[in-house]
């Protein structure tokens, strides 16, 4: 696989990828600022796939703790989806940046997701899912984490809320280690 870049790219940080439903609550973003603002004492690199939800956390805390960090899209470098995240990407130039595999002149189809979660799983050591559905693109991440032999931790939630649904199963089934 080809992989493009745009910014301070560095493939020899110790990545961690932090995923989540595009449908966060308040309790996702806590937790993922509370996680990533422990993770500014290590030298570790955040990645994720700048999304709506918890990879825009993501992100945007990694940018405030000084940690670098990296946007796996599902499209070329010459475009950006979500339209409303380019000036999160611009910052991520300075300190971080993105990365595709897709060439330039490919727009964000719907089943190019999918292959960029591919991309995610593999680039980092640890894969984190602060909250997720029972299905969607941060399952399909972990699930391709666990099969890279990468380990996996999983934010507990409510039982009865959809937001919690995916990282409680990830859990019970014994495929993420859980964060408290």
């Known amino acids: 696989v080809n992989l493009y870049t745009l910014g301070k790219v560095d493939f020899k940080q110790l ?4 995923v ?4 966060s609550t308040a309790y996702g973003k806590k937790m993922c600022d509370q996680l990533i603002e422990g993770l500014a ?14 990879d825009k956390f993501a992100h945007e805390a990694a940018l405030r703790n000084s940690l670098p960090t990296l946007a ?3 499209h070329g470098l010459d475009t950006l989806y979500p339209a409303a995240h380019r000036p999160l990407a611009r910052k991520m130039l300075e300190n971080g940046g993105l990365v595709t595999e897709f060439i330039s002149g490919v727009v964000g189809d719907p089943q190019n997701f999918p292959k960029r979660n591919r991309i995610v799983a593999g ?11 029972e299905s969607g693109g941060s399952m399909i991440t972990a699930n ?4 890279y032999n990468r380990e996996v931790f999983a934010f507990p939630g409510f039982a009865d809320k ?13 495929k993420a280690h859980l964060i408290s």
């Open 15 to 18: 990545n961690v990828a932090v």
């Open 72 to 74: 796996v899209l599902g």
């Open 41 to 54: 004492h290590y030298p570790v690199q955040i990645v994720s796939g700048l999304a709506h939800g918890i």
């Open 144 to 147: 391709l984490a666990n099969d």
């Open 20 to 23: 989540g439903t595009r449908k």
């Open 123 to 133: 680039l980092c050591e640890a894969t984190v899912v602060v909250e997720s559905s």
């Open 162 to 174: 959809e937001s919690s649904k995916g990282c409680n199963n990830l859990i019970k089934r014994g």
